[in-house]
């Protein structure tokens, strides 16, 4: 009975060990580094103003006139998130914006308003916003997100900042939500904001089990693999090494039991690889809910907060899997960027509304010469009487735009 004993007592320390590795951090010692991924930092980049050009031209779209006074854009400045003055940025866009005086005043002001081919272009997106299958898309978009939480819903102020990123429309609570009364309701979330109003919230009405599946458990299963052993894509750019124990730890942590971000697993210890792992698919899920598969790492934290993650948490799942997320330092902020949705600065699956703002950055990118338009990084410079091809360099201040009237 003695040796059965001692054999019991250490198979039970060895399942008491294995235990302990899921239970606690096994994550080495080691600094990771950051290397610049230069495809997706142009990935980012070229989407750079857009944003906020789009807020500047439903602005003025809102108004009767479809035109607005500069006097009353520059004061919004902050609530357009405007980079520059209001002047220079509508100046730096020639093709989808036109400063002009009004006739038959004796004292005009300068208003704004949009080219003929940004109205065309606008037009061509509504057209496509319009379509039932483009709106049914975001809406489950939405009640993916809103799943994420376990109380499925969330604070009206979140899902603004993932407004832009999901698709939804600028004005979505009164032209986009009323059609989903089967998905979506306004509520009082049960706490007040700083300044002791409630604060509401956007609830999914009802959990929806078909739309419980994450993006990994479709890929593996498309694919005919173990939906136990999930693990993620790892795309790690050239020059990048990692240690060897690093990557010992990481394919040890990849073969842990995968956890859908649709479940509940804060009962896992927090400093544990396997709830490092939730964690992960928890942000890759996130990601990969949004248009453009990217988003500022503001963002990310505070809805990790809103779900029960520490920012800290979340920090260090960014940080330890530069294969999964790339976070870039582009556009005066940080972004991250899921690895395996893009080849090289491309992304591998555009949404239609993607190819929409694609079409707006082309436009963006086109400024006039002499009446012509011509791409970006080519304009006049003037010296004497005659134009000199090139793009502006340091001390170039005589940089010259022609209108599409062909006035300076």
């Not at 980049?45 to 050009?53: G, V």
């Amino acid at each position: 009975m003695r040796p059965l004993l001692h054999f019991t007592a250490a198979a039970s320390h060895r399942q008491h060990h294995r235990l302990r590795r899921h239970l606690i951090r096994t994550f080495i010692n080691a600094r990771i580094k950051w290397v610049r991924d230069p495809y997706l930092d142009t990935a980012v980049e070229r989407e750079k103003n857009l944003k906020p050009l789009l807020l500047l031209k439903t602005l003025i779209l809102s108004q009767p006139s479809q035109t607005i006074p500069l006097s009353t854009v520059s004061p919004m400045k902050p609530h357009l998130h405007l980079p520059a003055t209001a002047k220079n940025f509508i100046e730096k866009y020639p093709s989808i914006f036109k400063l002009y005086l009004p006739p038959s005043k004796t004292m005009p002001l300068p208003r704004v308003k949009l080219t003929p081919k940004a109205i065309s272009l606008h037009h061509e997106e509504l057209l496509m916003l319009s379509l039932s299958h483009y709106r049914k898309d975001v809406a489950e978009r939405l009640a993916k997100l809103l799943m994420l939480a376990r109380c499925r819903k969330s604070p009206l102020y979140l899902i603004d900042m993932f407004k832009y990123d999901l698709g939804l429309p600028h004005d979505y609570l009164l032209t986009f939500l009323p059609e989903f009364p089967e998905y979506f309701q306004i509520s009082d979330m049960g706490f007040r904001d700083s300044s002791g109003n409630v604060v509401l919230g956007l609830e999914l009405v009802s959990w929806r089990k078909d739309l419980a599946v994450s993006a990994m458990e479709k890929r593996v299963k498309s694919q005919g693999e173990n939906e136990k052993r999930i693990k993620f894509l790892m795309n790690l750019p050239r020059g990048f090494d990692l240690e060897n124990r690093v990557m010992e730890w990481v394919e040890e942590w990849q073969n842990l039991p995968y956890i859908s971000p649709y479940e509940n697993a804060f009962h896992l210890a927090p400093n544990s690889d396997q709830a490092e792992k939730w964690a992960v698919g928890v942000i890759h899920e996130l990601l990969s809910l949004l248009l453009s598969k990217k988003t500022e790492r503001e963002n990310i934290f505070h809805l990790g907060e809103f779900l029960g993650f520490t920012r800290l948490r979340f920090k260090k799942a960014l940080v330890h899997f530069p294969g999964i997320f790339y976070v870039s330092n582009k556009i005066r902020t940080q972004t991250v960027v899921l690895r395996e949705e893009y080849k090289k600065n491309v992304l591998i699956e555009r949404h239609p509304l993607m190819g929409m703002r694609n079409k707006y950055i082309n436009l963006m990118n086109r400024v006039l010469r002499r009446g012509k338009p011509i791409r970006s990084g080519f304009v006049g410079r003037k010296k004497g009487n005659s134009f000199i091809k090139g793009g502006r360099r340091k001390g170039d201040d005589n940089i010259y735009r022609i209108d599409d009237d062909g006035d300076e």
